[in-house]
C-alpha cells in the first residue's frame, strides 16, 4: 500500500479549543482520524504528525523519505510564511507534496500571502477547513495512480 504522510505544523494542536471562528471547532484528533479512515477506503496507508518544532518537522521529512513515503501532505501553520528550513527539506527529500491550510491564507493579514512551501509543493488548497485535508488525500490518490 502507497504511503501517505500528513505533517502539521505548530498551535494546530489547538484546534477546536481556541479561534474556532477561524479554524473551526474540530479537534486535530478528529480531523486526524477521519484522514486515516478516508485513506484506508482509498487503499492508502496513512501516518500523521504535528510539531510545534520546526527542527522536528524538518526531521519527520528526512523520515519520510527512509520510510518510501510517496506523497506528503502538510499545514506548515506559521512555518508557511516563515521556513526556509521546511521547504528546503521537501526539496531535498523531492517527496510529492502537497500544502493545506484550513483557512484562505490570500484573505487575510498581507504576512500571510507568501508561503516558502509553494514552490517547491505540487498544490495548494486553502480555505476549505479540514475538507482540504481529504481534499489533499484525493490528489494524492490520483497522483500515485499517475492519472
Ligand atoms: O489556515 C491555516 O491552516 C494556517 O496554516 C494556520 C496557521 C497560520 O499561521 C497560517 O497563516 C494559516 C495557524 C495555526 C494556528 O492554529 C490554531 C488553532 C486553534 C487555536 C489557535 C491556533
Do not use: C
Not at 110 to 123: D, I, L, M, N, Y
Amino acid at each position: 500500500m502507497s504511503k501517505i504522510l500528513l505533517i502539521n505544523g505548530p498551535n494546530l494542536n489547538l484546534l477546536g479549543t481556541r479561534e474556532t471562528d477561524i479554524y473551526g471547532s474540530r479537534t486535530l484528533a478528529d480531523i486526524e482520524a477521519e484522514f486515516i479512515e478516508e485513506a484506508a477506503a482509498l487503499q492508502l496507508q496513512a501516518e500523521t504528525f504535528q510539531s510545534n518544532n520546526e527542527g522536528a518537522i524538518v526531521d519527520r521529512i528526512h523520515q519520510a523519505a527512509k520510510d518510501a513515503v510517496e506523497v506528503i501532505i502538510i499545514n506548515p501553520g506559521a512555518y508557511t510564511h516563515t521556513s526556509v528550513a521546511i521547504r528546503d527539506a521537501l526539496a531535498g527529500v523531492g517527496i510529492s507534496t502537497i500544502e493545506v491550510h484550513l483557512s484562505n491564507i490570500y484573505q487575510r493579514e498581507e504576512f500571510r500571502h507568501h508561503s516558502f512551501v509553494a514552490p517547491v509543493a505540487k498544490g495548494q488548497i486553502a480555505g476549505f477547513g479540514p475538507l482540504g485535508y481529504l481534499m489533499a488525500l484525493w490528489a494524492a490518490r490520483r497522483m500515485i495512480a499517475g492519472s
